[in-house]
């Protein structure tokens, strides 16, 4: 499987970058990583250009007359349904010749809707000039689930930190040994497989271990740095009801803005990605980009980041959760990152990848994948 390279400066371009095509709610997370390297794509090399569409149906509009193009896609913002998104990314692939990069690949977790999104992930890939993915770890499932090859599927681009390299962070915690609270931090949304309720049941065993070898835990709090996704709003009652019932006190803070978001990652408390299903994390890099060093549920995918940017998380087996937040609790330097650790590959490397795939795959024909 090949790996983009890191790059610093612009390549040989064989043609003008394609038009960066964003299509959906600027707050959606995959937008926003779009607005991101498409903005770092034009600071590269200004041939590129950014356009912004509300909705696929503008975005058909805004293609008129455009010879190449390149978007990011998960099923969920192109449509009600993985047939209604297929749809209209076909429709955007009859007007240009479209690059795709995929997100959220079909995995076992999407369980009753598995079928229907690897139907639609097999139409995205059919109707695109070329597909990219975001890891090594999505290849793999694009194997797994799509039965298509790393011929098909041949880049892997990194997601790019904004910054190049962790930045000076203050603890704010009290000296070990003062009474304190021990303080979970998930940031993103809230829904069923995340993470929450882990947490908050390996808080509630941590403290228990520390407070029966002396130790002074205060108030024990998982706090979720965000909302429900729409139609989990129920989620956050019953993980109230869960919290209370081992004494933990569960938070949300729901939606923020970037400089309140910013603010709330950064604050005391012990950061960790629990979600064990993910195909590519943006929340990790918010953890790192903040000089924090985040607990990570171990996966192919978390050893896959680990050996990316070394030194910058923790995996840890589900069993040992609880054993983990309670060294992190002992010693809060362990949540934070030495100043200047790389982040690397940033955007600007993300950004000269995407040139080279772009003047590789120009004029170069249809990729297909083999019938499923």
């Not at 707050?27 to 590129?48: K, N």
């Not at 041949?154 to 904004?162: C, E, N, V, W």
């Not at 949540?335 to 955007?347: K, Y």
Request: hydrophobic content about 45%; charged content about 20%; glycine content about 6%.
């Amino acid at each position: 499987m090949t790996q983009a390279p890191h790059c610093t400066t612009m390549t040989q371009v064989i043609a003008a970058p394609p038009r960066l095509l964003m299509v959906g709610p600027q707050h959606h997370g995959v937008v926003q990583y779009a607005i991101d390297v498409a903005d770092a794509v034009v600071a590269t090399d200004p041939r590129a250009e950014r356009l912004d569409a509300p909705t696929p149906s503008d975005a058909v509009h805004l293609l008129d007359g455009v010879d190449r193009a390149h978007v990011h896609v998960t099923d969920r913002l192109f449509g009600r349904s993985p047939e209604e998104a297929a749809d209209a990314v076909e429709r955007l692939a009859d007007v240009t010749e479209l690059t795709v990069t995929l997100h959220d690949i079909p995995q076992t977790s999407d369980g009753r809707m598995l079928d229907r999104r690897i139907a639609a992930y097999a139409r995205f890939i059919a109707a695109a000039h070329a597909t990219a993915v975001n890891s090594r770890h999505e290849q793999a499932l694009a194997e797994e689930f799509l039965g298509v090859s790393a011929s098909v599927v041949p880049y892997a681009i990194p997601l790019g930190s904004r910054i190049a390299s962790a930045p000076a962070t203050v603890d704010g915690a009290s000296q070990p040994g003062a009474v304190r609270p021990l303080t979970v931090l998930i940031a993103g949304f809230i829904y069923p497989g995340k993470g929450h309720a882990a947490a908050i049941q390996a808080a509630s065993r941590a403290a228990e271990d520390l407070r029966a070898t002396g130790h002074q835990v205060a108030d024990v709090v998982v706090r979720a740095i965000g909302g429900p996704s729409a139609g989990h709003e129920a989620d956050v009652l019953a993980l109230e009801t869960e919290a209370r019932a081992v004494g933990v006190s569960f938070e949300v803070t729901g939606y923020l803005d970037d400089a309140a978001f910013a603010a709330q990652i950064s604050r005391p408390g012990i950061p960790l990605a629990a979600h064990g299903h993910v195909s590519a994390s943006r929340s990790m890099l918010d953890w790192v980009e903040a000089g924090r060093r985040p607990l990570v549920v171990d996966s192919r995918y978390a050893a896959e980041m680990e050996q990316l940017r070394p030194q910058t998380m923790v995996r840890y087996d589900p069993s040992t959760l609880h054993t983990e937040l309670a060294a992190a609790w002992l010693d809060p330097s362990r949540t934070r990152l030495p100043a200047g650790r790389s982040l690397r590959p940033a955007l600007p490397d993300t950004a000269g990848a995407y040139l080279d795939w772009w003047g590789a795959t120009a004029g170069t024909g249809r990729h297909r994948p083999p019938t499923l």
